[in-house]
């Protein structure tokens, strides 16, 4: 599975992002949980949202409660991460993974595929 992360950019605190994250390959099918992570500057890779094969469960870091929301497509093969009221403590890399297990995971190690960032850059 190749994925590819998309839709980063520079933007003002308060605004919206949507980040997309296309997989090929291999279908995304309800069996692959999904995931999103970012990493800023100087400081270690973190999770930021899951979602199950089923899309019923979504674990979200706190910082990111409310504000961001993960979503999934299967027939396209695609994961979104709608990111709104955008902070400057946002700003990083934002990278999509996905596992062959159906169960959302917040752990980096139970992720099998990674795909290149995109980068967020929120200004104050």
């Known amino acids: 599975v190749q994925l590819q992360a998309s839709g980063g950019g520079l933007v003002q605190a308060g605004d919206s992002l949507r980040l997309s994250c296309a997989a090929s390959?291999?279908?995304?099918?309800?069996?692959?949980?999904l995931g999103w992570f970012r990493q800023a500057p100087g400081k270690e890779l973190e999770f930021v949202a899951s979602?199950?094969?089923?899309?019923?469960?979504?674990p979200y870091r706190d910082s990111v409660k409310g504000r961001f929301t993960i979503s999934r497509d299967n027939a396209r093969n695609t994961v979104y991460l709608q990111m709104s009221s955008l902070k400057p403590e946002d700003t990083a890399v934002y990278s999509c993974?996905?596992?062959?297990?159906?169960?959302?995971?917040?752990?980096?190690?139970?992720?099998?595929?990674w795909g290149q960032g995109t980068k967020v850059t929120v200004s104050s």
């Open positions: 979602i199950s094969g089923s899309s019923g469960i979504t």
């Open positions: 390959g291999r279908s995304f099918s309800s069996s692959y949980a």
């Open positions: 993974a996905a596992r062959q297990n159906r169960l959302a995971a917040m752990l980096r190690s139970l992720y099998d595929y």
